[in-house]
Structure formats: structure tokens, C-alpha cells
């Protein structure tokens, strides 16, 4: 299984050994193809012969709170975590439902978060979706510069600025629109204002919709470490739009399946071998392909947290390959590497030390 869970996981790095290369631009396409470890030029991708383990596959999580009849959501999944549970929502044009978005937000003024590649695909869509029919609404937005080197707190305190400057108040909604790194600086801040706001996830990459949008940590980097400050705080909802994908680059798709093959590995193993079955059509953007990956990822998530909420034990498991991914991506510059990629290396190293090896119950 190890060697296979290097394969998949090599369809995730495709780009990470170039990406190093100063020559090759963030967001450059990659080939959408699964490069077998034999062949794949980068060494941290290469796996240790097969090591047997055992996973454990659990039911669904059955779905509350479900939108209209006529609705195009496909799926809900509930995070249960007592008053603060949550729907996912996902599904093909879900931006075009407004009630979607306007029955979790809070009081009548809402501050968008997103960024300046995000923005001009986005931004106008989400306004009008939040503000269609509902005029009690106004919508304010800060747009921060792109990319993980920005997720710092000075980029964090525009949006504080803007929320000051906008007079805003405790019953107001922080919306975070964009990937993970703007849905965990949203997230913090929404955290952090005036000791707390309602806040609600549009995550529009593979990587935010199948894993940083649900499960409430937020934070930004330190100079020194990934992720060291921050708060656990969970979204009112999370809205993926699959459409959205459509606009995402290859390179960042692939960086985003490196969490999709994780949960396969932790915990799910009918879901790493329906992977190992469809990978090409993930890579190919197949519609029912992508669905079904965000639906099982977001479900092993939203069962992990609804145990252990704070990472006391189980919830640690999700963080497969990150002790050696985050050290690749603060070695190197945060944004040199994608956060998946460096993942995907990472979870190739994990496997190849585990001695003996990793067994997952
Ligand atoms: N909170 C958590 O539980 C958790 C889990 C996993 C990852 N993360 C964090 O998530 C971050 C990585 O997230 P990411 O991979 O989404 O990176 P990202 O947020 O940097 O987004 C990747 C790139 O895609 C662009 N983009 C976003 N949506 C797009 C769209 N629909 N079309 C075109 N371009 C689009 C972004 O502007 C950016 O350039 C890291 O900071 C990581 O630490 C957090």
C-alpha cells in the first residue's frame, strides 16, 4: 500500500521538485498525469518497498439541515459539535443560491475576505448571492495580496483595519472566499474581532474544499513555523461550489488531492481504493469524480473533529506528512513549495521511516 500511497501521491507533487525552480511560476500548469515513483525524478518521492497496514472505513456522517427541494446541492455533511455544528454544503452552482449563503449570516453587514486572484473571479458573484433580494444587507471587502508569504500578521491587520474602519460590530459576518490560506486568516480574524464574529467558508480550491474550510483551525505563519498562531473557530457553514474549480490551475488541483490520498490513508481504505481506480479522471477533472472526493474527505473530516474538536489524540492523525511538510515549506520560503506538495513529500518520508511499520486502527 505504500508504494501505491507513492503514487497517488506523486500525481499530488507532480510540480514539487520543479517548483523549487525559480523559472517556473506559482500557478503554472502542471501535466495532469500520475507519474509512476519509478520514474518520478524527485528522490523524497520515491517509496520503500510495500508495508502492510490496516485501515479502518467509517459509515457516513448522515446529513442535517438540508437545503430546498429545487436546490443543486448534492450533498450536506454535518460537523456535529453540539451549538456550534455546522453544514457543508456541496454541490455544482451554489453560488447561484443565494439562501444558501444569506440564512447563516449574521446581523446585516458583511466583510468578504479574499485576494487579488480570487477577487475578479469571485468577489462579484458572492456579493450579489449575499445581497440578491435582501437589501437589510451591505457588503464591505478587503482583498489581500496572494500567496502563503502573506499570511502573516501584517497582512492580517488589514483586514482588521478594514473591519474598523467600516465601523463594523459583533453582529456582523466575516466571509472568507478563496483557498486556505484566505480562509484561515478569515477564519483568525473572524476569531479574534471584537472577540469574536460569525464567519462562514467559500473555499474555492480543492485543497480549502476537501480540508482547510472545515474543522475550525485558523491561524497564520511565524517567520520560524507554519501555522503557530491562530485559534480553533468554527465556521456558521461551509459553502463548496465546485464550480469554482473550473478556474483553479492544474498545479494547484494536484497540490490539493495530497489531503484527499491522506484521509484514504489514515482512515478510509474502500476510499484509497477507489482513488487508486480513479485518480486520471480526479486529475481530469471529471465532475462525479471531484464530488465524490470532496464529499469522503470532507465526511473523514468532519467525523475526526467531531471527536476530538482540539487535537488531544485522534485529531493528529490528520496531520499525516505535515511534521515533514511544513518543515519543507519553512525551510525553503513559505510559496515555494505548495502546501500540498510539501505534504505530499512529506507523507512519502513518513511512510518510508515508519519502523515498524505504520499500522492505522
Ligand atoms: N486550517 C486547516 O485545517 C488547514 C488544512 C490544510 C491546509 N491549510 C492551509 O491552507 C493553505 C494552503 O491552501 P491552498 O492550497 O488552497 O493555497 P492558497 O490559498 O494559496 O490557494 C492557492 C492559489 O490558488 C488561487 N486560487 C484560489 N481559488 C482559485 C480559483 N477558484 N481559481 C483560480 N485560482 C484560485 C489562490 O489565489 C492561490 O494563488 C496553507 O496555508 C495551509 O497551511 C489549513
Redo the contacts with the bound molecule.
Keep these: 500500500m505504500a508504494a501505491s500511497a507513492s503514487s497517488l501521491l506523486a500525481a499530488a507533487a507532480s510540480s514539487s521538485c520543479a517548483a523549487i525552480s525559480p523559472r517556473i511560476p506559482?500557478?503554472a500548469p502542471a501535466a495532469a498525469s500520475v507519474p509512476s515513483p519509478s520514474h518520478h525524478s524527485c528522490p523524497s518521492l520515491r517509496a520503500s518497498p510495500a508495508r502492510r497496514h490496516q485501515s479502518r472505513f467509517v459509515a457516513s456522517v448522515a446529513p442535517t439541515m438540508q437545503p430546498p427541494a429545487e436546490s443543486r446541492v448534492s450533498t450536506v455533511v454535518d460537523v456535529d459539535l453540539g451549538d456550534r455544528s455546522y453544514p457543508i454544503y456541496i454541490g455544482a452552482g451554489l453560488l447561484d443560491e443565494p439562501d444558501l449563503l444569506q440564512r447563516h449570516v449574521h446581523g446585516k453587514r458583511v466583510l468578504v475576505v479574499t485576494?487579488?486572484?480570487?477577487a475578479p473571479?469571485?468577489l462579484e458573484k458572492v456579493t450579489w448571492a449575499l445581497t440578491h433580494n435582501n437589501r437589510n444587507v451591505s457588503v464591505e471587502s478587503v482583498i489581500l495580496p496572494?500567496?502563503?508569504k502573506y499570511?502573516d500578521m501584517d497582512t492580517l491587520m488589514k483586514v482588521f483595519d478594514k473591519a474598523v474602519e467600516s465601523r463594523l460590530d459583533r453582529r456582523c459576518t466575516f466571509v472568507a472566499l478563496?483557498?486556505?490560506?484566505?480562509?484561515?486568516m478569515c477564519?483568525f480574524a473572524a476569531a479574534a474581532f471584537l472577540r469574536g464574529v460569525n464567519f462562514i467558508q467559500i473555499?474555492?480550491?480543492?485543497?480549502?474544499q476537501v480540508?482547510?474550510?472545515?474543522?475550525?483551525?485558523?491561524?497564520i505563519?511565524h517567520p520560524l513555523g507554519?501555522?503557530l498562531i491562530g485559534a480553533f473557530y468554527q465556521p456558521q457553514c461551509v459553502l463548496i461550489d465546485t464550480d469554482?474549480?473550473?478556474?483553479?490551475?492544474d498545479r494547484?488541483l494536484a497540490?490539493?488531492i495530497a489531503?484527499v490520498v491522506k484521509y484514504g490513508l489514515i482512515r478510509d481504505a474502500p476510499f484509497f481504493e477507489w482513488q487508486e481506480k480513479n485518480m486520471s479522471a480526479l486529475l481530469a477533472r471529471e465532475p462525479s469524480a471531484l464530488a465524490y472526493a470532496i464529499k469522503r474527505s470532507c465526511e473523514n473530516k468532519a467525523e475526526v473533529v467531531a471527536q476530538d474538536e482540539k487535537e488531544s489524540g485522534l485529531r493528529a492523525t490528520?496531520n499525516l506528512g505535515h511534521t515533514f511538510g511544513h518543515a519543507i515549506?519553512t525551510g525553503l520560503g513559505y510559496?515555494a513549495w505548495?502546501?500540498?506538495e510539501a505534504?505530499a513529500a512529506g507523507t512519502v518520508n513518513h511512510l518510508n521511516i515508519s519502523i515498524p511499520p505504520i499500522r492505522f486502527s
Design positions: 506559482r500557478g485576494n487579488t486572484t480570487v473571479l469571485y496572494d500567496g502563503e499570511k478563496g483557498g486556505g490560506v484566505i480562509g484561515d477564519g473555499p474555492t480550491t480543492l485543497m480549502a480540508d482547510s474550510s472545515v474543522g475550525g483551525k485558523t491561524g505563519n507554519k501555522n469554482t474549480l473550473n478556474t483553479l490551475p494547484e497540490s490539493g489531503e490528520l515549506e510559496g505548495f502546501h500540498g505534504i
